[in-house]
């Protein structure tokens, strides 16, 4: 069975404060892959970012960094100089590569960010 | 960039009323998804398709849900006679090669 954890349901911050959403995640499978969402007020599903299990570099694009480490299991997320913008849901989500045709998706429970002016 | 495109983005039935949502997947993805999410909760796997059948299915996806491909583009997901509890924004998703993306959403209310 493979799950997702987000422990911190909601997070608040002023602008400009970076930021760190957390993501632990547990599966059986040697191949998998992790995603981060962007849920905004309006309710689609933004991607962000897909991490294959083979490739533990972080990864940065402009204000995101992503942290992989398959020690700890561990997929966090981080804003640098969050702005008003970033506020929205946040989920981190996984799914398997054992092959066949379980491609679904696992999510977290997600974390409301709100970054105040 | 392709894009799922899903119709309605809103739609509001009587409970008891079938209700079907479309889907128009990314043209060269072979696998095809539905995903629930009831409000303020997170999103949840309802039903996966390959070569024109269920792959997997969730225990969300009871006899009321039917999900078909009834041509080349379109994917669409049935609910037989709705409850109130069925009420929740419905997510159409496709992969392939590309990536794992999703529609827009449908937002399905039930009174």
């Known amino acids: 069975a493979q799950k997702v954890t987000q422990a911190q349901t909601e997070i608040s911050v002023v602008e400009k404060e970076d930021v760190t959403l957390d993501c632990v995640y547990e599966t059986r499978d040697t191949t998998y892959y992790l995603f981060w969402y962007k849920q905004p007020p309006s309710g689609e599903l933004v991607f962000l970012i897909r991490r294959n299990s083979f490739d533990e570099q972080n990864e940065i694009s402009g204000r995101y960094s992503w942290n992989f480490q398959k020690s700890t299991s561990s997929f966090n997320f981080t804003i640098t100089a969050s702005q008003v913008v970033d506020s929205a849901v946040y989920f981190c989500?996984?799914?398997?590569?054992?092959?066949?045709?379980?491609?679904?998706?696992?999510f977290g429970k997600g974390t409301l960010l709100t970054v105040n002016p | 960039e392709p894009e799922v495109t899903q119709t309605p983005s809103h739609q509001v039935t009587q409970m008891g009323q079938e209700v079907i949502l479309r889907c128009v997947p990314i043209s060269n993805h072979l696998y095809f998804y539905w995903y629930r999410q009831i409000l303020g909760q997170k999103v949840e796997f309802l039903v996966s398709f390959y070569n024109n059948e269920i792959s997997e299915k969730s225990e969300i996806f009871d006899d009321q849900f039917s999900v078909e491909r009834p041509d080349g583009s379109n994917f669409t997901l049935k609910i037989r006679s709705t409850k109130l509890e069925d009420s929740a924004m419905y997510f159409c998703?496709?992969?392939?090669?590309?990536?794992?993306?999703f529609g827009s959403g449908t937002r399905l209310t039930v009174v």
């Open positions: 989500a996984l799914r398997g590569g054992s092959g066949g045709s379980n491609y679904k998706l696992t």
């Open positions: 998703a496709s992969s392939g090669r590309g990536g794992y993306t």
